[in-house]
């Protein structure tokens, strides 16, 4: 808990010093400086909130700001209305345009969606310019200038922006630590398993943007009330959206002090380079702020907060450690004996999950074909079968993945077909993935407790889910250590209670016995098995056969996308057809002799 | 003629093969037999210089392989047909044959090796004009295999050739592969799951389960013994 | 109504010739992206840095004493192609080789985003350090042939007219792309560089050195591009700045295109070209450009994968 009053107490303290600061300088110069860094601090956070967290770059933040802007300036100029009510209605409509460039463009991928974020300022740019609007100066106020926020003084701009700098950074560090900042991080990290965790994409993507947006509009609009004219380059230009991502990137991205690190140091960089050599080297700012992406793109492509966190903590670990005990690593996980197998058969009204002819093709490949088989409470089955025998993509039909193109599924005598991923979480369904993407830099219960959201209300709640979760697959005793210094195992584990803390009702493993030793990977079965006596249902797709035998209750065969048997490890493994389907017809035959 | 001695690679923790000793001698047909996951194409990618290894030694004819870098192995004579075919879509089945090529003997010896090549796959022939990404399954392992062919190599490495096909085709490959090795005497190394059949015809197999060299011997020694089963099915 | 062909016809006959050059800059970026995929915020400013190239060659270097006033800026434009070719060699060994092409292949998806910003701070020193180098008086590449045009006609009381430097640029622009389609399919470096570009994993196995093949398809793109942008400076003057102006062209052509074909990126350039022009027929000058925005979003939107793509699909 110390912990987290930290944060704000040194914003509390940065914001004492850079007042202090500011009102010592009378150079109006100066001080239009230190009120622009400000602003460009703020501007670099909003970008952050979007594309920090979430990892879609955007490259036309300058939208949202230059409608900030604008809106000030002509709703100044034509309505007559005072910046103080402006710049809230700025955020609003800023908010609004998040959202109406958000819905379609998140649909694109990758590549389009940084172009047509790069294109639709540039519209807006030639839209306004066409309006006639090639210069907009705010009118002076003389007879009662503070109700237009004409100061006089400079340095209550700087005050003012200082205010909203410390709003945005409160605001940023309630969404970074609530489900909303935690969300938007699993996003980033991996798409397909967040949804598979239950989290509705779209809808988090979308605050992330509207967000975005309403704070850009903000402080866009105070900008204009600070330099009095607006030109569509100066709020809509490439060179506007390319300085909030600079300050973001260059400060650190994803975290709330990079963009203030970043703009702290480039802006005053870049305006005196400006002042001093602007005359002789004019664009010198560009160029400065051209090899600063250069150089930390390639030198600390997470900004400059990250990798001084980094280089930090390794000194650290290499002292010698101040810790009471250490822990050890076979101490890790709490064994408890390895439980007998079941050897009685199922009872048929314990059907959980019940597939009925499920197929998908690819065009002419038959990838799965009319698989049709019974999972049962409790049950452990393991579904194997040579390579490319349909394993993988049954999965991903069973967890939404895929769509099917026919047959039944059924959870619980409900009809689940063709459900979206995070509906099929929220009925039951959960999974773990091969490849794992963990937030290498947070503790095992900041990654866990995302899998929690789909079955919590509250952040309490979501926290509590976590850890029984945690407790269950035994990492309780290093819950805080952070995922970047697990073993594999431990690793493993770390996404088994992530699938775990949504209170699934059947656990899809993918491959989660891989990469593991002999005495780890019995390690991860005994837990699997304590797992099923607690009211828990697996499907595991595995690799290693000698884990397996000794795991499943029973193996569902697959060989080119159709089912070949279904059984008893015992039998199944001395089945002919399985064996044929393994190692080829003409080893059978020769058997024969 | 390649000889690997005490390979392992690995992912940073996770070590993918351990100690591998694997000798194919010139003019031998060896074949690397094993369930999925036991690092069969690891092995292959290693030689081919895809991934590095992080312990043991591979020499071809002398030649320490892990001093030479990726693009050079070929030109030593060592085609790699690789899992998944991995044809080039959008080139022509003549311009892939081509691309095989490259290397100093296959440009030397192009006029003569691409007349065998169509004589043993006169699929290709027919088809050179066409785009190598709208060809069949078993017409793109051809290719691969034709491709490999084509840089006129010391040593054939094939990963995989029979996965995606369905069997009657995967058994038309094999077929001309034994027609291709009876008449040049090429040293061929196998990767298959498909135990038997890749045994039918080989000298010498090594059978490798979780990183390692479990069992080897020559096909009446392994055909007879269940622990290849074992390593397959799991008991 | 004679009036009315004649407006519309004349608009397309310029949007074919300004067509013609978008096209040849669109294939550059094509190549680039193509073959390595990565996506050259840069672009423009390279070709900014190719009509400065050409302005120079031109009027420094000699090239106008020697060849006139007629030859001579073609001569310089053809000049500034390798040198801007060098250039872009060495800027990807430098630095993009850093972020892309097999030193990322393991990252996945982390290699793109290194790219996207590389090369937007690349453009962004590009862009001013071009306004400390060349200052910010526009700068033109002067020739006769632009004042002159060639009629065709009358037809029917209508008449065609055909700028003669507007004229020769489209001509050099076909020529151009007619020597890169065949370099490309025909000849040894072009198949290797289109393979690396469908699997580079197969093309190392095949002895070809991937990296390599980087350098050259964006030395190549680089010093397409830069042909184009001389030909564009016949016509406009041209600034620091000016490569901003094309970008939103260039990629609105090769998306257009289909992200991957050479071809279809000159059709793509073309297309863009045509629209730009004939929407003078119903818009006012200024929002011309955002005619183009509007279709580059559409197209994004309706149709990403283009409509001159390639045949088949890559792996």
Redesign the interface.
């Known amino acids: 808990m110390s912990l987290l009053r930290r944060p704000i107490v040194s914003i509390l303290i940065f914001a004492v010093i850079y007042a202090a600061v500011s009102l010592s300088i009378t150079n109006s110069y100066y001080q239009l400086i230190m009120t622009l860094v400000l602003v460009w601090a703020v501007f670099g956070l909003s970008w952050n909130l979007l594309s920090g967290y979430t990892g879609l770059i955007s490259f036309g933040h300058a939208a949202f700001f230059g409608i900030g802007a604008y809106t000030t300036a002509l709703g100044q100029i034509y309505f007559d209305l005072s910046p103080w009510l402006l710049i809230p209605i700025a955020a609003m409509l800023g908010g609004v345009a998040g959202l109406l460039v958000g819905f379609p463009t998140f649909r694109l991928q990758g590549h389009y969606f940084a172009l047509a974020m790069l294109a639709y300022p540039l519209a807006i740019l030639y839209v306004f310019e066409w309006l006639g609007f090639q210069e907009v100066t705010l009118p002076i106020k003389r007879d009662n200038p503070i109700a237009y926020m004409q100061f006089s003084d400079p340095r209550l701009y700087t005050l003012l922006a200082l205010v909203m700098l410390i709003g945005t950074i409160l605001l940023t560090r309630a969404v970074e630590r609530s489900r909303f900042g935690m969300a938007l991080l699993a996003i980033k990290q991996n798409q397909a398993a967040a949804e598979a965790a239950g989290i509705d994409t779209l809808a988090w993507k979308l605050r992330a943007i509207s967000l975005s947006g309403a704070i850009a509009g903000a402080i866009g609009a105070f900008y204009a009330v600070v330099l009095l004219v607006v030109t569509p380059q100066s709020v809509f230009g490439m060179l506007v959206s390319a300085q909030a991502l600079t300050v973001a990137m260059f400060g650190g991205v994803g975290t709330v002090w990079g963009p203030v690190i970043g703009s702290v140091i480039l802006i005053p960089l870049a305006e005196t380079l400006n002042a001093e050599a602007g005359t002789r080297f004019p664009g010198i700012q560009g160029v400065i702020f051209g090899i600063a992406i250069v150089c930390v793109i390639l030198l600390a492509p997470e900004g400059l907060y990250w990798k001084v966190r980094d280089l930090w903590r390794r000194r650290q670990l290499s002292q010698p450690s101040s810790e009471p005990e250490d822990v050890p690593a076979t101490a890790t996980v709490t064994l408890l004996p390895v439980p007998m197998r079941r050897d009685q058969p199922f009872a048929q009204e314990d059907v959980i999950l019940e597939v009925r002819n499920l197929s998908r093709s690819f065009g002419g490949l038959k990838a799965v074909q009319n698989v049709s088989f019974k999972l049962h409470r409790n049950e452990i089955l393991g579904i194997i079968g040579?390579?490319?025998a349909g394993k993988t993509t049954l999965f991903n039909l069973l967890n939404g993945f895929l769509r099917p193109d026919g047959g039944e599924v059924l959870l619980e005598g409900r009809d689940v077909f063709a459900r979206k991923p995070h509906e099929l979480c929220e009925a039951g369904v959960a999974r773990t993935f091969q490849i794992m993407r963990p937030f290498q830099r947070m503790s095992i219960s900041d990654n866990v407790v995302v899998g929690a959201y789909v079955r919590s209300r509250t952040d309490t709640e979501a926290r509590s889910l976590a850890a029984d979760a945690i407790a269950r697959v035994g990492l309780s005793s290093i819950a805080d250590r952070i995922a970047g210094e697990l073993?594999?195992k431990e690793l493993r584990l770390m996404e088994l209670a992530r699938a775990l803390a949504g209170q699934p009702k059947i656990l899809l493993l993918d491959e989660t016995l891989?990469?593991l030793g002999h005495d780890e990977a019995d390690e991860v079965v005994a837990v699997i098995q304590r797992l099923t006596r607690d009211n828990m249902t697996v499907a595991i797709i595995e690799?290693?056969?000698?884990?397996?035998?000794r795991l499943v209750d029973n193996f569902l065969v697959l060989d080119h996308g159709a089912v070949l048997v279904e059984g008893k490890?015992?039998t199944v493994?001395r089945d002919t057809r399985?064996?044929e389907a393994?190692?080829?017809?003409?080893?059978?035959?020769?058997?024969a002799h | 003629m390649l000889h690997i001695e005490g390979l392992s690679t690995g992912y940073s923790?996770?070590p993918v093969l351990s100690g591998v000793s694997i000798h194919v001698e010139a003019g031998q047909f060896v074949a690397i037999v094993g369930?999925?996951?036991a690092g069969k194409t690891t092995l292959f990618k290693t030689i081919?210089?895809?991934l590095k290894p992080s312990k043991g030694t591979i020499t071809f004819e002398g030649h320490d392989l892990l001093s030479t870098p990726?693009?050079?192995?070929?030109?030593l004579g060592i085609?790699?047909v690789?899992e998944g075919r991995?044809?080039?879509?959008?080139?022509t089945v003549m311009?892939n044959l081509?691309?095989?090529a490259?290397?100093e003997a296959g440009r030397r010896d192009w006029k003569d090796n691409i007349e065998r090549i169509f004589e043993w796959l006169p699929v290709l022939a027919e088809r050179r004009a066409q785009?190598?990404?709208?060809l069949s399954g078993g017409q793109q392992q051809m290719l691969a295999i034709g491709?490999g062919l084509a840089?006129s190599p010391k040593l054939l490495m094939l990963d995989?050739p029979s996965?995606?096909l369905a069997?009657t085709t995967a058994d038309l490959i094999f077929d001309r592969l034994i027609e291709i090795r009876r008449q040049t005497k090429l040293t061929i190394l196998l990767v298959e799951?498909?135990?038997?059949?890749a045994l039918?015809s080989a000298d010498h197999g090594y059978v490798l389960e979780?990183g390692r060299v479990a069992l080897e011997g020559d096909k009446q020694t392994l055909?007879a013994d269940d622990r290849?089963?074992r390593a397959?099915?799991?008991? | 109504m004679s009036q009315f062909i004649e407006s519309f016809l004349q608009a397309m006959t310029a949007g074919l010739l300004i067509g013609a050059v978008y096209g040849l800059m669109c294939v550059g970026l094509g190549l680039i992206f193509g073959v390595m995929r990565v996506i050259n915020f840069a672009h423009g400013d390279f070709m900014m840095l190719g009509m400065y190239a050409a302005f120079y060659l031109f009027t420094l270097v000699g090239v106008q004493a020697f060849f006139g006033n007629t030859i001579g800026p073609f001569i310089s434009i053809l000049l500034a192609g390798p040198v801007l070719a060098v250039f872009g060699y060495a800027i990807h060994a430098l630095l993009i080789s850093r972020v892309s092409g097999t030193r990322t292949a393991a990252l996945e998806g982390e290699g793109h985003y290194a790219q996207l910003i590389l090369t937007l701070g690349i453009a962004l020193i590009l862009q001013n350090g071009g306004l400390i180098v060349f200052g910010s008086v526009l700068a033109s590449i002067r020739t006769p042939l632009s004042s002159s045009a060639w009629e065709l006609g009358p037809f029917f009381d209508i008449s065609i007219f055909v700028n003669k430097a507007r004229g020769i640029d489209a001509v050099v622009s076909f020529v151009t792309m007619i020597l890169l389609t065949l370099l490309i399919t025909r000849s040894?470096i072009g198949?290797?560089l289109?393979?690396a570009a469908?699997?580079p994993?197969?093309?190392?196995?095949?002895?070809?050195?991937?990296d390599r093949a980087h350098r050259i398809a964006f030395a190549l793109g680089t010093g397409i591009t830069a042909i184009a942008g001389g030909l564009l400076a016949t016509n406009y003057p041209f600034h620091p700045f000016v490569g901003l102006d094309y970008v939103i062209v260039m990629y609105a052509g090769v998306v257009l295109g289909g992200m991957g074909s050479i071809i279809g990126a000159f059709w793509g350039g073309m297309t863009i070209g045509l629209v730009q022009q004939m929407s003078t027929i119903v818009l006012p000058t200024q929002l011309q450009n955002a005619a183009i925005f509007v279709v580059f979003l559409l197209i994004i939107f309706f149709r990403p994968q283009g409509f001159f793509g390639?045949?088949?699909?890559?792996?």
Not at chain 1, 543 to 549: C, D, R, Y
Not at chain 3, 201 to 210: E, K, P
Not at chain 3, 310 to 315: K, Q, S
Request: proline fraction near 8%; charged fraction near 20%.
């Open positions: 040579p390579n490319g073993s594999t891989a990469g690799h290693t056969m000698q884990a397996m035998v490890p015992e493994t399985v064996i393994y190692l080829g017809k003409k080893w059978v035959a020769h058997a | 923790a996770r369930p999925n996951g081919s210089g895809i990726p693009s050079r192995r070929p030109h085609a790699h690789p991995q044809v080039f879509p959008s080139l311009e081509e691309m095989g490259m290397t785009f190598a990404g709208t491709r840089s995989e996965m995606g069997p799951q498909r135990v038997a059949e039918e979780a055909r290849v089963r397959y099915l799991g008991m | 040894r198949k290797s289109r393979a469908d699997n994993t197969a093309a190392t196995y095949m002895g070809i050195d991937v390639r045949m088949v699909e890559r792996t």
